[in-house]
């Protein structure tokens, strides 16, 4: 659907069959962090996303002509420190996706936001504004708020990790009830008060814009479950296909016993592609081992929690090097080949889509874009 969305649109709403992200490809994909300077990887290595439009416009044009099913930007307000300081230079998700709805025309646009950086009413305004610009391309990533020191930034206080979750089921109550109630009114909760509250234009998605969220806590598990169309999760590189269905089929499970919905379920990896596997190992090395921030991503330990006696010497060393390559996501390194099954194998463990990134990220696409989309379309993952 192009962006100048007809008054026929306007009228009878976007159903959610028409929404890529609900489409019949076996694995959806998007694009991840392409709006923050090196990408997810902490690495100064030559390559890195600079942090520039200009570079993130080609990206997301990039997947824009490969179909992939959303662009996913993080939300940053301060960098970590080190040689990078990473996630220091970043564009702010809401505005990013209103520019490049503009610019693509199959992608889902999210925006992450971060719910104690911006208030409810405006956030529900924003959204709704971005739907109609994209022509029904919208979707909200929602964040409940980690890092202490750019949730200082905002003059409000850092709540306990349950207590945050509290918060932001009424943000998103009120949220979705401007996004869908046609009357005027009233929510007075525990963090947030709002009197004759409406929304005009509502956002042109029916009933409303999809909604993801990473939870991998309990709280954040039944959170998900409860009140997102997507859940977002994680898997270490030693997992078996086993231990990431099961891990899939858990969320699953919690929103149809519990809550009586079907979720989706969505996993990330990063991406290092060669020739020949071993091309692609001294590429790994180049941007994890060579030209890694180490004290950015010592930093990102602490700030995230993460404690070595928790781990294996072996373990601990492999989370520092999938956090320094891409987020910590899950790692597909090697030919377009092994590249290709390792996605399948992802797919068959029961993921319905991955958010991609790559720490040299604009070629890394464009040699997804060239050996194994190709490959993937021929498996029938595409």
Not at 126 to 154: C, P, Y
Not at 162 to 172: G, H, I, K, N, S
Request: aromatic share 10%; charged share 25%; with cysteine.
């Amino acid at each position: 659907m192009l962006v100048d969305s007809t008054n026929k649109v306007a009228a009878e709403g976007v159903p959610r069959t028409s929404n890529p992200l609900y489409g019949d490809r076996k694995l959806k994909l998007a694009t991840f962090g392409s709006n923050v300077k090196s990408g997810c990887a902490i690495t100064s290595g030559e390559g890195a996303l600079p942090g520039d439009w200009p570079t993130s416009l080609r990206i997301a044009r990039l997947a824009d002509a490969m179909e992939f099913e959303a662009i996913v930007p993080v939300g940053r307000f301060r960098g970590v420190g080190g040689e990078t300081d990473y996630g220091g230079t970043s564009f702010e998700p809401y505005t990013f996706a209103a520019a490049l709805a503009s610019q693509t025309e199959h992608p889902m646009l999210f925006s992450t936001s971060h719910v104690p950086t911006i208030h409810p009413v405006l956030a529900a305004k924003q959204a709704a504004t971005i739907d109609h610009v994209s022509g029904g391309r919208f979707a909200l990533n929602i964040v409940t708020g980690w890092n202490k020191i750019e949730i200082e930034m905002f003059g409000v206080p850092m709540l306990e990790h349950d207590t945050r979750y509290d918060c932001a089921v009424e943000w998103l109550e009120i949220v979705k009830r401007l996004w869908t109630e046609d009357e005027p009114f009233d929510y007075e909760g525990r963090f947030y008060k709002v009197a004759k509250a409406l929304l005009k234009p509502q956002p042109l998605q029916s009933p409303h814009p999809p909604i993801m969220c990473a939870g991998g806590s309990p709280k954040g598990r039944h959170f998900a479950a409860k009140y997102c169309d997507m859940v977002f999760t994680g898997f270490e590189r030693r997992a078996t296909k086993d231990d990431m269905a099961k891990n899939v089929e858990s969320f699953r499970e919690i929103a149809r016993t519990e809550y009586g919905r079907e979720i989706k379920v969505w996993s990330s990896a990063y991406i290092v592609q060669g020739e020949t596997e071993a091309e692609a190992r001294r590429l790994f090395d180049y941007f994890v081992r060579e030209r890694a921030d180490t004290v950015g991503a010592d930093n990102m330990v602490k700030m995230l929690g993460l404690h070595s006696q928790s781990w294996s010497k072996e373990g601990f060393e492999n989370l520092k090097q999938d956090l320094i390559a891409g987020w910590g996501a899950y790692p597909l390194v090697g030919t377009a080949e092994q590249i290709r099954d390792g996605l399948q194998l992802l797919s068959d463990a029961g993921v319905d889509g991955l958010v991609l990134s790559w720490p040299g990220y604009e070629s890394g696409i464009e040699q997804f874009a060239q050996k194994v989309l190709p490959l993937l379309k021929q498996s029938g993952l595409r």
